[in-house]
């Protein structure tokens, strides 16, 4: 029994199920630009079938390890349960902009965003389930989780932690102007991108914070994941 | 055969399946709350089932005319063909800031989220697929559809445009500091909300665009849509 950890590989191939159909050059399938969405995106909608075949699309937020990606939510989350042992889809998005074209037909968005397919799995092991808690709470908000009480024998029975390998998925990224038709270059239509940000606004300290608790650097300093970095 | 619009109906009870079980005081289902979070959301996420039962999950941008929600697409768009006359569940999100508690536990975020049910149904009447892709335009950018070039036959001919009634549709909000149980009170932990907004950058012209185009007004007064109306 080998413990070592297996060699990198190179990325697989999309499978023909995550395979960029619509506009294939914004098609992305390395791990590095799967990894880099997923972190900078604030929240992933997560689709399951429930037993009389009625997609549903919940969102939540996620944290990674490596090749790993994390759910959480009560132990009793209908979403978790239905995506326990059976097949996900997990997308996360971030829209950059809007693409602002002369003719209605060719405005867009600038957007990131990755496709995931895959089966969810209902964490047990203990050390896995706290990292993977310390896993979402960092990646939304880095600093945090050494500043906090940490969850207690009694939250962690109330919590599920869910499993999802990222092992078939894809990104799709749209950046830079408007592709207009050539016959509509010269019409006197504005043209171009209007940029999105997000920002993190004051903090507001809770009504019964204690007046001796100073505003910690990690708060002061935080920014929204999709505000960290910007598009290429 | 009555031409008249029906009266105004009270809101439908929500559907076991559209009933928010985790905290259900967050949990709406009024028409004026759910259109008010669909309008404001700046894209959905549609989620729908493959043959082989796979639930896949995709991005878009969708619009709302009454009691209707309408998406669009190219006309051989995987995700509207998978949810033409077929069970379809559309999720839109906003964050509005991220709750920090003095427990890990506790943290969440305020939000506002619609989840809607039903059956995609592609339109094929001209004057409701132009209103549709009006109505996706002008909630995205007000004012755009009277300053471009509008879609012509053979733009019409490669677009889909999809249908998804309102009828079972549930909303849910969180708004509000954080909720630490009465033992964290002491800690010297930070606790609070961090509000995120979203917000529009200086417009970025096309490298192409005629120099004597001025930038109108509908695009210098542009704001994302969740950057239009602060949550309750």
């Not at 507001?204 to 960290?228: N, Q, S, W």
Request: charged fraction near 20%; hydrophobic fraction near 40%.
């Amino acid at each position: 029994m080998s413990t070592a950890a297996p060699p990198p590989a190179a990325p697989p191939p999309p499978s023909k199920r995550t395979r960029v159909l619509r506009v294939p050059a914004r098609g992305h399938y390395d791990a590095a630009t799967v990894h880099a969405i997923l972190d900078a995106a604030p929240i992933c909608h997560v689709g399951y079938v429930t037993d009389d075949g009625q997609p549903i699309v919940i969102p939540t937020i996620h944290g990674r390890i490596d090749d790993t990606l994390y759910l959480h939510g009560a132990a009793g989350n209908a979403m978790l349960r239905g995506i326990d042992d059976q097949p996900v889809s997990v997308t996360a998005t971030i829209v950059d902009g809007l693409v602002l074209a002369r003719s209605v037909f060719h405005h867009s968005m600038n957007y990131r965003s990755v496709v995931v397919l895959g089966r969810g799995l209902t964490v047990e092991e203990p050390d896995e389930r706290m990292a993977a808690l310390e896993a979402i709470t960092e990646r939304i908000s880095p600093g945090r989780w050494d500043h906090c009480r940490l969850p207690n024998e009694k939250e962690l029975r109330a919590t599920r932690v869910t499993r999802i390998p990222l092992a078939e998925a894809s990104a799709k990224i749209r950046t830079g102007p408007p592709s207009d038709d050539a016959d509509d270059l010269d019409l006197d239509v504005w043209a171009g991108v209007v940029p999105w940000t997000t920002s993190a606004g004051a903090p507001e300290p809770a009504p019964d914070l204690l007046p001796d608790v100073a505003l910690p650097d990690h708060v002061a300093a935080m920014t929204p994941p999709h505000g960290r970095n910007s598009p290429q």
